[in-house]
């Protein structure tokens, strides 16, 4: 995706979370990606968004999620210390679309709280399928923590074995075409793509992961049976069991 693109996803009317929470807000990660929540003055232009600081454009990449016709979330990485009061405006093309100072920094819950549960699915796709690659942000702690924070998971994948040899195993459900994404308390990594329905992972994920599965399905949480046998003597079984199958 070009830098600077702006998505429009499939969130709720903006009125529904603009209405509750008072916009701009913003969030800083100690790693250094900020998120700008902003209302607009109008539904912005179709131009590529970008964000400016006492005047200063901020370096691309960018990206931007609309989660209404006037409502912005903006996603960068600035290279200059920051603080509260600063002068911020969001352009689209050569349209200015907010002005404002940039608020106190809030946490990662706090940000989270922000929005309506109907928005959360959507935004998350967004920041760990486009911001954490585009941004290389994959070891952002605050990234992961947002997103674990607007994860709604309903389901689960299973781990079908012990981890053995830097490898876990999990049965997962069906799901359309595309690449998956495990949210760790330490980072968003590509889980890669399942094959009939078994998804290998390295390592062990830690307590507290997530699977991200391509839409429209919702995040997964991780299921660990207590005793298990290892992935060797699982794959040999299930080898044999081949074999034997007339």
Do not use: K, Y
Not at 200 to 212: E, F, Q, T, V, Y
């Amino acid at each position: 995706m070009p830098a600077g693109e702006v998505l429009d996803l499939p969130f709720a009317a903006d009125a529904a979370a603009a209405g509750t929470v008072s916009l701009p807000r913003a969030l800083l990660s100690p790693e250094g990606i900020l998120l700008v929540d902003v209302t607009l003055g109008a539904a912005p232009p179709d131009a590529a968004a970008r964000l400016f600081i006492e005047g200063e454009p901020l370096s691309p990449p960018s990206a931007t999620a609309l989660p209404g016709e006037r409502r912005a979330v903006h996603a960068a990485r600035p290279r200059r210390p920051l603080r509260p009061g600063m002068a911020v405006e969001l352009r689209f093309g050569t349209h200015a679309a907010a002005h404002f100072p940039l608020p106190p920094l809030l946490s990662a819950a706090a940000f989270a709280e922000g929005f309506a549960a109907a928005e959360r699915e959507a935004l998350l796709r967004f920041l760990a399928a486009t911001c954490a690659p585009m941004l290389r942000a994959g070891g952002d702690q605050d990234l992961a923590l947002l997103c674990r924070n607007l994860a709604a998971p309903r389901g689960v994948a299973r781990r079908l074995a012990r981890p053995e040899a830097g490898f876990s195993a999990w049965q997962v459900p069906a799901a359309p075409a595309g690449v998956w994404r495990l949210v760790t308390p330490s980072g968003i990594a590509s889980a890669g793509v399942p094959a009939a329905g078994v998804l290998l992972l390295d390592g062990a994920p830690p307590p507290g992961s997530l699977l991200l599965p391509p839409a429209p399905l919702p995040a997964l949480r991780l299921a660990v049976p207590a005793e298990q046998p290892g992935l060797r003597a699982t794959i040999r079984a299930a080898l044999a069991g081949r074999r034997g199958t007339p």
